[in-house]
Structures are given as C-alpha cells and as structure tokens.
C-alpha cells in the first residue's frame, strides 16, 4: 500500500499559532494531496502538490514537499478554532504502477484548536 | 449541486443479511471509489472504479462486491452482512484534469 502516514497522531494548539503536520510514504509518487474531515463529514480536498514541486501556498495552507525523504508537511499558519479536524494526507503512486490512481490514507491527524 | 450522493445515510443489519451501498456522482467523473473508515484505521479503500465497465480491487476488498453501472453509480454490496463490516463508508469520485476527490458524506453501517 502506499498510503501515507501521517504525524503525530494529535495535536492540540491555542488559537493563533501555527499547526503542522507531517506526512510519509514509501515509494516514487506523482503527486501528493492533503484532505480535511470534520467530525462526521466527508472528506474536503485541500491542496495538491506535484512531485516537481517543492513548495505550495494556498490561503494560510503551506505545503512542502521533500522526494528524496519521501515525506510531506501541511503548516496552517494563525489557526482558528474552525480549524479543529482530522487531516489527511494521500501519495499516489506514479503511473504505469498497479496502484495507480488507487488513492489511499492513513490514521490522519487530529487538530484541535482552543479559543 | 448535488456532488456526490450516498443512500442510504444509516442503515442496521442483522449477520447474514445483504444489502448495497448506492452512490452517484453528477460531475461527469470518470473515476469512483468506495473506503471504509474505521475509528483509529483511517479510510481503507475497498473498490476502485478507473472508467465505466471497470473496477479493480483496493485494501480491504473481501466481503464486497461492486457494480459501476453507468458513468454516474457505483454501487458497493454486501452480500451476507458480519459485525466487522460494521463501519463508516464513503464514496468518492475524482475530477480527471485535477486529481482532485469528492467525497459523499458517509453512510453509517451497523451490523448486529
């Protein structure tokens, strides 16, 4: 499987500081997406990062991404307490592979934010 | 617009029991998938559908079939129902020029 896994499991912040979050897999992939679950709800894309790129902004989301230690980190800078869910991250194998486009996740994280 | 439509939203079996998971998607998606999340296992994927006609197995496939029935529905059975199928499903479809999952919001199984 090369579903991600992410890192650490929970985290617990104040509102206003930054929140990262990690995530590692385990072969070559084409590109990497990282989804947001509030409780109970389905999964909501958040941002997607090819293998050629390194870095990646959008909104208060910074995305990196570092091949050659196959790993990937999701910075939510001044975070709120709307913020508080479970983010996921999901590598997908590149193509030609028989895993490809079978995205698949690990446990997520689960952030909570504190007013 | 509706997204990606799941039914039934609660469902309770009996062991033994079969029933199907319906889904459909109105973005013209090519690509479908069905997962199951467990509490503290993440989403387990079960079926992947590429295209039309076409399905391939994920993680955790044993216990389930699935029927892409047209480009819209893809539909996950259970053919004879047990506790460890007990669990929260999604279905999923996928924008092709962006990679991007839509996901449905859930249908809550429980087997007794």
């Known amino acids: 499987s090369q579903q991600g896994e992410e890192d650490p499991q929970a985290l617990s912040i104040q509102e206003g500081e930054n929140a990262t979050m990690n995530c590692s897999y385990k072969t070559s992939i084409n590109n990497l997406q990282w989804y947001r679950q509030n409780s109970g709800r389905g999964l909501v894309h958040l941002i997607l990062i090819r293998s050629n790129e390194r870095e990646k902004h959008s909104g208060r989301l910074r995305v990196t991404l570092d091949t050659s230690k196959k790993s990937s980190s999701l910075l939510i800078t001044a975070s709120r307490a709307a913020d508080t869910a479970s983010y996921f991250c999901?590598?997908?194998?590149?193509?030609?592979?028989?895993?490809?486009?079978?995205?698949?996740f690990g446990q997520g994280t689960i952030l909570t934010v504190h007013p | 617009n509706a997204g990606v439509t799941q039914t039934p939203k609660f469902q309770v079996l009996k062991t033994g029991q079969s029933m199907t998971l319906q889904c459909a998607q109105d973005m013209n998606h090519n690509s479908m998938y069905w997962y199951r999340q467990d509490p503290g296992m993440g989403l387990r994927l079960i079926y992947y559908?590429?295209?039309?006609?076409?399905?391939d197995k994920g993680e955790v496939p044993n216990g389930y079939n699935v029927s892409r029935l047209n480009k819209r529905e893809f539909s996950l059975r259970l053919e004879s129902a047990a506790p460890s199928q007990t669990s929260v499903y999604f279905c999923?479809?996928?924008?092709?020029?962006?990679?991007?999952?839509?996901f449905g919001e859930g249908s809550r199984l429980t087997v007794l």
């Open positions: 999901a590598p997908e194998p590149n193509a030609g592979g028989t895993s490809y486009g079978k995205l698949t």
């Open positions: 559908s590429a295209s039309e006609g076409t399905t």
């Open positions: 999923a479809s996928r924008q092709t020029n962006t990679g991007e999952l839509f």
